[in-house]
């Protein structure tokens, strides 16, 4: 997942997909609830609650909000 994630840093603007946000949430251990179309993560460590939408195509700032959320998780 490490690499992954990695990827997500270098490459914001690649083919991702919700199941790459999942897959490297549960990696570190962040909390993956499905809730009305929205992917919604929580961790003790995360003083906002991210959500992102299930439905539509993932974009760059959404990657890039992503990968802050797990490198917060991360320290």
Partial sequence: MEEILE???QDPQADWNIE????????????VQRQ?????????????TPTFSAR????VP??????DMIDSVRQ
């Fill in 7 to 9: 990827r997500m840093r």
């Fill in 20 to 31: 790459d946000l999942v897959n490297v949430a549960k990696h570190f251990d962040v909390i």
């Fill in 36 to 48: 009305q179309g929205y992917i919604v993560c929580s961790h003790p460590r995360l003083s906002i």
């Fill in 56 to 59: 539509r195509p993932i974009r």
């Fill in 62 to 67: 959404v990657i890039r909000d992503f990968v």
